[in-house]
């Protein structure tokens, strides 16, 4: 069965998360992923697990696992010029170059978009910045802790009474990923239309931003952006979370509450709220919210969530609710399992090992995980002879000049 890329080559010149996860959503689509390192050295976030004490053989380095998947590797002493010269070759052969570097850096290496467009008109480059091509920050370095902070999320997630809060797992780096991603793809599909090669930028804070389009939609077109809410006094109660006996929680979500109300009270045992004054519209409910939502505190608090999950399910209730996950939940999680969001593969150092799967599914041509991160360098040779075509006695002089 194809893959969706199949056939297209990435130049993948990236580091840490924002660039890599980019790449490695083309490789999971098919792409030939060759990623370039600097000899030595390599992508630093290879030796992140290192920094917190962990040795290479202790656990797989998840880090770098996630963001370098179906990937080669090859390494190039970038101040060589002989290196240059791999990189403009393998530019006129590709259909994609992603990078992530600061503003200037592909500038001085001659590895930036105007020099490799000459060599290749219908290249695609991708660049993945911190707060887009243009102003006076345009160059300014930027990490995911940066993007959360600059496009305003911190102080959407939380309580009105909370400070600024970070969110865990590199949401800004992935989310830059994803839609440099998208603009790479759609880039393809412009090029194969229309012939033409283009530039692609995408960064922390326009990711951010857009990954907030009601709220700064909202912002633009009434003066005023979406509150934080406090649980307690939700305007809707059915819009709501609920922590049960367990210390387990619930979360619904109907926005139309009224439709909704009777066969909640009954599954509550409280028939006799469907027609309380004080809870009987959605008016009276809000206006006695945090009167409502204690209430409903002290229900669930008063049975473990599996006994509330089989009561909604045998009532039979059109409810629309689920559970609140922890990420620690997620790998368990039968939903998760059933779709492919979690793929075990066989690490060559490492066995049978579970990684994220992919998110979204094509029936006919879907995408796969081919290939564990690479090793530094693991397939310098394999490219310059496959790809480039050399023999052994020029990668051998290259090898000797430490050129690669």
Partial sequence: MPLPLEGIVVLDWTIWQQG???????????????????SGTGDPGRYLLAAGGHAPEDVPNWYF????????????????PEALEIVHALTAKADVFVQNFRKGVSDRLQIDYETLRKINPKLIY???TGYGKEGEESGEPSFDHLGLARSGIMNSVGEPDMPPMSIAGGVADQMGAVMLAYGIMTAIVARERHGIGQEVNASHLGSMTYLQALSVSMKLMTGTAMPRTFRHSAFNPLWNHYRCQDDQWIAFAMLQPDRYWGDFTRIIERPEWAEDPRFDSMATRAANATECVALLDEIFACAPRKEWLQRIKEDGADLIYTVVNSVDDLPQDPQVRENGYIEEVDHPQHGPTEMLGIPVTLSE?????RRVAPELGEHTEEVLINVLGWDWDRIGELREKKVI
Avoid: Y
């Avoid at 083309?26 to 390192?37: P, T």
């Avoid at 041509?365 to 995980?369: A, E, F, K, Q, R």
């Fill in 20 to 38: 890599p996860a980019c790449s490695t959503m083309l490789g999971d689509m098919g792409a030939d992923v060759i990623k370039i390192e600097q």
């Fill in 365 to 369: 041509t879907p995408g796969s995980i």
């Fill in 65 to 80: 696992e996630a963001n370098n998947r179906n990937k080669r590797s090859i390494t190039l002493d970038l101040k060589q």
């Fill in 126 to 128: 991708g660049s993945a």
